[in-house]
């Protein structure tokens, strides 16, 4: 067993796409709850935190690790990749939905706003979920 090694930038970013997921989770549970001032600064946190995320993200892998290789063999490896195989182009994808929809809700457009976040919002939350879990798997959990 490897002992475990603090990692600044994936650390961050694994807490960036976790309080994103939060701030999406209340975000959702307040408009459903009619509280629409609650739902937009949630919104517009989960946004923030994301927005902070990539380019935390970007700048690790730019400027100090470059592609970061999964350890692990068998059973783990088809699980690592199976999440990533997903959780990459989903993360490319929603960014330009992302603009839309806080554009939207912004200028008070909600017949568009809640056309894109009816798909919007769960694959945002799955992507933010796998973000945490690539996390785990790559910095905290011992490759299987």
Not at 22 to 51: C, D, E, P, Y
Not at 91 to 119: N, S
């Amino acid at each position: 067993m490897t002992a475990i090694s603090f990692q600044p930038f994936p650390t961050l970013n694994a807490c960036l796409n976790f309080m994103a997921g939060v701030f999406l989770i209340i975000g959702w549970r307040a408009i459903k709850a009619g509280n629409s001032q609650l739902h937009k600064k949630m919104m517009l946190a989960a946004f923030t935190a994301s927005v902070l995320f990539l380019c935390s993200y970007v700048t690790y892998h730019l400027m100090f690790s470059g592609i970061t290789k999964y350890q692990g063999k068998g059973i783990g490896r088809i699980i690592y990749f199976s999440i990533l195989l997903t959780h990459t182009p989903l993360a490319t994808l929603i960014v330009p939905f992302c603009l839309l929809a806080v554009y939207y809700g912004l200028k008070q457009d909600f017949q568009k706003h809640v056309r894109i976040t009816k798909w919007l919002w769960p694959v945002w939350i799955y992507v933010s979920v796998t973000g945490v879990l690539i996390y785990f798997m790559l910095y905290l959990i011992p490759p299987f």
